[in-house]
């Protein structure tokens, strides 16, 4: 279960840069224009592997420019996330998109998606995978809920994570998709006190993800 590492990882990312300011990575990024908007006021952000639709306040893009910026932050943090600061290092291409709301939030936070992939034996059941990541979890998180569903006709798990990362509380909704022996795990996150309110945009917008 070492490759599940990766998924491990998508779920800690986010926090990195929850309150923090942005600029570089964001002014990066690049919005797609709106073509057949799912949903009034969206935009669809895609790499060369997927693409979703969320609200057009969001920008994103490819992650692998901006490693530095999220392993000084990680470095930060302690020793509980010395391994993950390894992983991303030697595997940077395994973060497929990043997006954030260009709009702050009441905890001074940023909600984002973060999409990561790995390939995994197809027979691995999808119940063992989320026990790989969650065995993984530092003691700052917390599962909330845990299940499994399906995403656009593929098999996924849905889990709701705590942290609770001084002096902030962030909220996390991860979806673990597979396809075949193709994983794609997308993070949504958001601080703690607005967590609720978005939860129905994160569900919206996993409904648009695709495989291409």
């Given at each position: 279960m070492n490759r599940i590492k990766v998924l491990l990882i998508g779920t800690m990312i986010f926090f990195v840069t929850v309150g923090?300011?942005?600029?570089?990575?964001?002014?990066s990024f690049q919005k797609t224009d709106p073509t057949s908007t799912p949903?009034?006021?969206?935009?669809?952000?895609?790499s060369d592997e997927?693409?979703?639709?969320?609200?057009?306040?969001?920008?994103?893009?490819?992650?692998?420019?901006?490693i530095e910026v999220i392993v000084e932050r990680l470095k930060s943090l302690g020793s509980d996330f010395e391994a993950t600061i390894n992983y991303i290092e030697q595997n940077p291409s395994a973060f497929v998109l990043i997006a954030y709301d260009t709009k702050i939030g009441p905890q001074n936070t940023?909600?984002?998606?973060?999409?990561?992939?790995?390939?995994?034996?197809?027979v691995v059941s999808l119940d063992n995978i989320l026990d790989a990541v969650i065995?993984?979890?530092?003691?700052?998180?917390?599962?909330?809920?845990?299940?499994?569903?399906?995403?656009?006709?593929?098999?996924?798990?849905?889990?709701v994570i705590d942290a609770d990362l001084p002096p902030i509380a962030i909220k996390e909704l991860l979806y673990v998709i597979k396809d075949g022996s193709n994983i794609w795990?997308?993070?949504f996150t958001?601080?703690?006190?607005?967590?609720?309110?978005?939860?129905e945009t994160f569900e919206q917008s996993v409904l648009t993800f695709k495989i291409k």
């Open positions: 923090c300011s942005l600029p570089t990575i964001i002014n949903i009034p006021g969206w935009i669809k952000l895609e997927i693409e979703i639709w969320l609200p057009d306040s969001y920008v994103g893009g490819s992650l692998e420019d901006d940023r909600s984002n998606l973060n999409v990561v992939t790995e390939k995994v034996l197809s065995s993984q979890f530092p003691p700052q998180f917390t599962v909330a809920e845990r299940s499994l569903v399906t995403i656009n006709g593929y098999q996924a798990g849905r889990m795990a997308l993070t958001s601080g703690a006190e607005e967590f609720d309110r978005l939860l």
